[in-house]
């Protein structure tokens, strides 16, 4: 429990200044799900309709996608891939230098550990995400097999967003980290900053990460985001905004049973869409292992 001056706080940071004639949709992802059992059970307790990411072949995953899609909580595939500062890849790595056979099979792998998951998003990745064969492979997959992609965006010159939109697949790209510094002030701050993008644009997609700091925010918080001019919705909403980059207005974005997938394609490309619009992209982010109950401060 947060102490009441700390609460009364998080309160006056969220709602001062707040235009409430016009509400906005924020979607929060929490990411690393699946090597802590209490901290990912605390996180699928959080109140509202929030996003969990769990990481395949963790040692809880399976679990707690399992509980979290029977308690309604929208699911995805946290997929690791090759980062820039070889840092050690969890199980379920897409790397570079992948042959095409080997990455789908990796891929459904992956998939098939988490049958709930009903869009995918990327564990670190900064290296693999730069690189447009695979990322073609990637979102050729996802689309014929009818997932979404989330782009972490863990690096400014990711080109995952970009081959997702050419690939006419759902997708969205991260604005807002949560914890990428892990203090209660931080995540606060960064909250506000998703709070007032939803606001103001009309939606915000956040990220962040089973950390004490974080849930204790987000216990706290999540009961006045209405009050503060802000829907908590699942990410599958934020992709059937009309106004979205790609709407799945008219399409499901819900994965098919595995009874139904059919063998990988080639690794030929399709016709992409129109290019993506040039947008301001994200800071580089420092990218995170998962973390660990044995972990006090994370190593990037």
């Known amino acids: 429990m947060l102490l009441p001056l700390l609460r009364?706080?998080?309160v006056a940071v969220l709602l001062l200044g707040a235009s409430l004639s016009q509400a906005g949709q924020l979607a929060i992802i929490i990411d690393d799900?699946?090597?802590s059992a209490a901290l990912g059970k605390r996180s699928l307790n959080l109140p509202g309709n929030f996003t969990f990411a769990v990481l395949p072949h963790a040692p809880h995953g399976s679990r707690l996608a399992r509980e979290g899609a029977a308690m309604g909580k929208e699911i995805m595939l946290h997929?690791?891939?090759?980062?820039i500062r070889n840092l050690p890849l969890d199980a379920g790595a897409l790397a570079s230098g992948m042959s095409h056979r080997d990455f789908i099979r990796t891929l459904e792998d992956n998939l098939r550990s988490i049958p709930e998951a009903r869009g995918l998003n990327n564990h670190m990745g900064s290296q693999l995400t730069q690189e447009s064969e695979p990322m073609g492979w990637l979102m050729q997959y996802l689309g014929e097999h009818?997932?979404?992609?989330?782009?972490?965006?863990?690096?400014?010159?990711?080109?995952?967003?970009?081959?997702?939109?050419?690939?006419?697949?759902?997708?969205?790209?991260?604005?807002?980290?949560?914890?990428?510094?892990?203090?209660?002030?931080?995540?606060?701050?960064?909250?506000?900053?998703?709070?007032?993008?939803?606001?103001?644009?009309?939606?915000?997609?956040?990220?962040?990460?089973?950390?004490?700091?974080?849930?204790?925010v987000l216990e706290q918080i999540t009961p006045l985001?209405?009050?503060?001019?802000?829907n908590l919705v699942p990410i599958s909403v934020l992709l059937e905004r009309p106004e979205a980059p790609l709407s799945i207005v008219g399409r499901s974005c819900l994965a098919p049973p595995l009874?139904?997938?059919?063998p990988?394609?080639?690794?030929?490309s399709m016709a992409g869409g129109?290019?993506?619009?040039?947008?301001?992209?994200?800071?580089?982010?420092?990218?995170r292992r998962p973390y660990r109950l044995s972990q006090h401060l994370l190593l990037n």
Do not use: C
């Open 225 to 230: 985001l209405a009050d503060a001019g802000v």
């Open 259 to 262: 009874s139904l997938w059919r």
């Open 79 to 83: 997929n690791p891939m090759s980062n």
């Open 8 to 10: 009364l706080t998080l």
């Open 274 to 287: 129109p290019d993506a619009a040039t947008e301001k992209l994200s800071p580089l982010v420092t990218e």
């Open 33 to 35: 799900i699946g090597y």
């Open 146 to 216: 009818g997932y979404y992609f989330i782009d972490s965006r863990t690096t400014a010159d990711s080109q995952a967003w970009e081959t997702a939109r050419r690939y006419r697949i759902p997708t969205l790209k991260r604005d807002v980290f949560l914890d990428h510094e892990r203090s209660v002030e931080s995540v606060m701050r960064q909250l506000k900053q998703a709070i007032e993008l939803a606001r103001t644009r009309g939606y915000a997609l956040a990220i962040g990460h089973p950390y004490p700091e974080t849930l204790m």
């Open 264 to 268: 990988p394609v080639g690794s030929q």
